[in-house]
């Protein structure tokens, strides 16, 4: 039987942004599937024309529940590879013991980590700002290339901003930061490979190797790559095949291997 991939995108996109990794995953013998967050179906276009109803009082934890009950539908444990905020869901998954391995890119930390980093904090607070209430946080051009695309030009950007950018839920960066974004790290869990790049301008590369390092089971892997002149944009940007290429590589090495896992109880 074929593994099977789940993608999960974060903030600011939708299933869209993983098609390229569909396409290469499967040709590597994956059955890949990308589910949509909740009020993130369609084309991102239409997405940000017409914001759906209630996006901005969408929370992590509905997201997280959603994620769950797709996992959980699946014949077998899947691997699973998120983004950003959906990087966080794949170690939220993993630490309930429903994943056989997780990938997290540039996944925002858990425990309420910081950086202090001038791009780190200046994004964070745009985005979770308290005085902007439930109003949805709208990504426009601009913000998409300072913050998601830095690496890249702005005519790249354009393209990149038409194709997948979506408005989001100021909420889901604030649940990050509070209870919905606790993990234990002392216990044992699948393999990790926590993928960062060297120019993030929303989760620098130093945050990412914090998060993994957080984790203290001498037992369990833990790895981390980072790639230099990537931003957090780096499965969509000029070289996500080198990217997905080692986390190609490093799934190879270690899907076949038995793990003994313990689900946290939540």
């Keep these: 039987m074929k593994k099977t991939i789940v993608f999960i995108h974060g903030m600011f996109q939708n299933p869209v942004s993983w098609e390229k990794w569909i396409s290469y995953?499967?040709?590597?013998?994956?059955?890949c599937i990308a589910p949509a967050w909740p009020l993130h179906e369609g084309v991102p276009a239409d997405l940000r024309n017409n914001p759906p109803a209630g996006l901005g009082d969408l929370e992590l934890q509905t997201i997280v529940d959603e994620m769950e009950r797709i996992v959980t539908s699946l014949p077998e444990k899947p691997i699973l590879i998120g983004?950003?905020?959906?990087?966080?869901?794949?170690?939220?998954?993993?630490?309930?013991?429903?994943?056989?391995?997780?990938?997290?890119?540039?996944?925002?930390?858990p425990n309420a980590?910081?950086?202090?980093?001038?791009?780190?904090?200046?994004?964070?607070?745009?985005?979770?700002n308290p005085f902007k209430g439930n109003a949805p946080f709208e990504m426009n051009l601009e913000s998409f290339h300072e913050s998601f695309c830095n690496t890249m030009s702005m005519?790249?950007?354009?393209?990149?901003?038409?194709?997948?950018?979506?408005h989001d839920s100021r909420n889901v960066l604030r649940d990050c930061m509070g209870e919905a974004g606790q993990i234990d790290l002392d216990l044992p869990h699948a393999p990790l490979?926590?993928?960062?790049g060297e120019e993030d301008q929303i989760v620098p590369y130093e945050l990412n190797q914090r998060n993994a390092e957080a984790y203290t089971d001498e037992v369990s892997i833990v790895d981390f790559k980072a790639f230099p002149n990537r931003g957090h944009w780096?499965?969509?940007e000029l070289g996500w095949e080198e990217v997905a290429a080692y986390i190609s590589e490093w799934l190879t090495v270690h899907e076949e291997h038995q793990?003994?896992?313990?689900?946290a109880t939540l």
């Design 25 to 31: 995953f499967n040709e590597k013998g994956y059955d």
């Design 83 to 109: 983004h950003s905020v959906g990087g966080l869901i794949v170690q939220l998954l993993v630490q309930k013991g429903l994943a056989e391995i997780g990938v997290p890119i540039n996944s925002i930390a």
């Design 113 to 128: 980590m910081l950086a202090f980093d001038w791009g780190f904090m200046k994004n964070s607070a745009l985005i979770a």
């Design 155 to 166: 005519e790249d950007t354009q393209e990149a901003y038409q194709r997948t950018a979506t």
């Design 193 to 196: 490979l926590f993928i960062g």
């Design 234 to 236: 780096i499965c969509g």
């Design 259 to 263: 793990y003994n896992t313990t689900p």
